[in-house]
Protein backbone atom coordinates (compact mmCIF):
# COMPACT_ATOMS: atom_id res chain seq x y z
CA UNK A 1 0.00 0.00 0.00
CA UNK A 2 1.28 3.32 -0.74
CA UNK A 3 1.86 6.01 1.76
CA UNK A 4 -0.20 9.20 1.09
CA UNK A 5 3.43 11.27 0.43
CA UNK A 6 4.18 8.69 -2.54
CA UNK A 7 0.95 9.37 -4.18
CA UNK A 8 1.16 12.78 -3.66
CA UNK A 9 4.72 12.84 -5.07
CA UNK A 10 3.31 10.79 -8.13
CA UNK A 11 0.43 13.25 -8.98
CA UNK A 12 2.95 16.59 -8.77
CA UNK A 13 5.19 14.18 -11.44
CA UNK A 14 2.26 13.49 -13.22
CA UNK A 15 1.15 17.21 -13.28
CA UNK A 16 4.97 18.08 -14.64
CA UNK A 17 4.70 15.53 -17.31
CA UNK A 18 1.26 16.91 -18.61
CA UNK A 19 2.71 20.77 -18.22
CA UNK A 20 5.44 19.60 -20.01
CA UNK A 21 3.33 18.09 -23.18
CA UNK A 22 1.05 21.13 -22.82
CA UNK A 23 4.30 23.57 -23.77
CA UNK A 24 5.68 21.34 -26.59
CA UNK A 25 2.20 21.11 -28.00
CA UNK A 26 1.61 25.04 -27.99
CA UNK A 27 5.13 25.61 -29.68
CA UNK A 28 4.09 22.90 -32.19
CA UNK A 29 3.92 25.24 -35.58
CA UNK A 30 0.73 22.77 -36.37
CA UNK A 31 -0.70 24.04 -32.90
CA UNK A 32 0.11 27.68 -33.66
CA UNK A 33 -1.16 28.07 -37.21
CA UNK A 34 -4.71 26.39 -35.53
CA UNK A 35 -4.70 28.75 -32.40
CA UNK A 36 -4.09 31.56 -35.63
CA UNK A 37 -6.70 30.63 -37.50
CA UNK A 38 -9.33 30.13 -34.60
CA UNK A 39 -8.08 33.62 -33.81
CA UNK A 40 -8.87 34.98 -36.93
CA UNK A 41 -12.28 33.75 -37.37
CA UNK A 42 -13.25 35.02 -33.72
CA UNK A 43 -12.25 38.38 -34.98
CA UNK A 44 -14.42 38.10 -37.91
CA UNK A 45 -17.12 36.36 -35.68
CA UNK A 46 -17.68 39.41 -33.63
CA UNK A 47 -16.66 42.32 -36.37
CA UNK A 48 -20.03 40.91 -37.71
CA UNK A 49 -21.83 40.11 -34.02
CA UNK A 50 -22.14 36.31 -34.72
CA UNK A 51 -21.67 33.57 -32.86
CA UNK A 52 -19.76 30.42 -33.89
CA UNK A 53 -23.67 28.84 -34.24
CA UNK A 54 -24.06 30.97 -37.26
CA UNK A 55 -21.41 29.34 -39.18
CA UNK A 56 -22.76 26.29 -39.21
CA UNK A 57 -26.45 27.71 -39.62
CA UNK A 58 -24.30 28.99 -43.32
CA UNK A 59 -22.20 25.88 -43.81
CA UNK A 60 -24.37 23.40 -42.77
CA UNK A 61 -22.06 20.68 -44.25
CA UNK A 62 -19.87 21.48 -41.48
CA UNK A 63 -21.93 19.64 -38.98
CA UNK A 64 -21.02 15.71 -38.60
CA UNK A 65 -24.55 13.77 -39.04
CA UNK A 66 -26.14 12.03 -35.68
CA UNK A 67 -27.36 9.27 -35.84
CA UNK A 68 -29.96 9.55 -36.84
CA UNK A 69 -29.39 11.75 -39.81
CA UNK A 70 -26.50 9.13 -40.98
CA UNK A 71 -27.32 6.61 -43.77
CA UNK A 72 -28.37 3.26 -42.70
CA UNK A 73 -25.34 0.70 -43.36
CA UNK A 74 -26.50 -1.71 -45.35
CA UNK A 75 -26.45 -5.40 -43.49
CA UNK A 76 -25.21 -7.94 -44.47
CA UNK A 77 -26.90 -10.16 -47.16
CA UNK A 78 -29.95 -11.49 -46.42
CA UNK A 79 -31.45 -14.89 -47.09
CA UNK A 80 -34.61 -15.90 -48.66
CA UNK A 81 -36.92 -17.84 -46.33
CA UNK A 82 -37.12 -21.05 -48.16
CA UNK A 83 -40.15 -23.94 -46.58
CA UNK A 84 -38.89 -27.63 -46.64
CA UNK A 85 -40.83 -30.19 -46.19
CA UNK A 86 -39.84 -33.74 -44.75
CA UNK A 87 -41.11 -36.43 -47.40
CA UNK A 88 -40.72 -38.71 -44.35
CA UNK A 89 -43.28 -37.21 -41.62
CA UNK A 90 -44.59 -34.04 -44.11
CA UNK A 91 -43.66 -31.61 -41.45
CA UNK A 92 -43.19 -28.28 -42.76
CA UNK A 93 -40.68 -25.71 -42.04
CA UNK A 94 -39.63 -21.86 -42.79
CA UNK A 95 -35.82 -21.24 -42.29
CA UNK A 96 -33.26 -18.77 -43.95
CA UNK A 97 -30.51 -21.52 -43.67
CA UNK A 98 -29.73 -25.09 -43.29
CA UNK A 99 -28.74 -23.63 -40.05
CA UNK A 100 -32.03 -24.00 -38.78
CA UNK A 101 -32.65 -26.34 -35.29
CA UNK A 102 -35.33 -28.69 -37.57
CA UNK A 103 -33.21 -28.71 -40.31
CA UNK A 104 -30.14 -29.51 -38.61
CA UNK A 105 -32.25 -32.32 -36.81
CA UNK A 106 -33.51 -33.60 -39.89
CA UNK A 107 -29.95 -33.82 -41.67
CA UNK A 108 -29.17 -36.00 -38.45
CA UNK A 109 -32.00 -38.35 -38.65
CA UNK A 110 -32.27 -38.89 -42.35
CA UNK A 111 -28.26 -38.73 -43.53
CA UNK A 112 -28.70 -39.75 -47.13
CA UNK A 113 -31.27 -37.45 -48.16
CA UNK A 114 -30.32 -34.03 -49.45
CA UNK A 115 -32.51 -31.60 -47.49
CA UNK A 116 -32.18 -29.57 -50.66
CA UNK A 117 -35.27 -31.80 -52.81
CA UNK A 118 -36.99 -31.00 -49.69
CA UNK A 119 -37.68 -27.70 -50.88
CA UNK A 120 -41.32 -26.76 -51.48
CA UNK A 121 -41.10 -23.13 -51.69
CA UNK A 122 -37.77 -21.31 -53.00
Known amino acids: MKSSIMERDERYKMIEQLEQEIKDI ?3 DVYKAEASFKGDIDKVLKDHNKEP ?6 YPSLVQPTKEQAPAKAKGRTLPTKTYRNPHTGDEV ?3 STRHKTLQQWK ?3 PD ?6 IIKP
Open 26 to 28: EAS
Open 53 to 58: KDLLTI
Open 94 to 96: EAK
Open 108 to 110: KDY
Open 113 to 118: DDLDEW
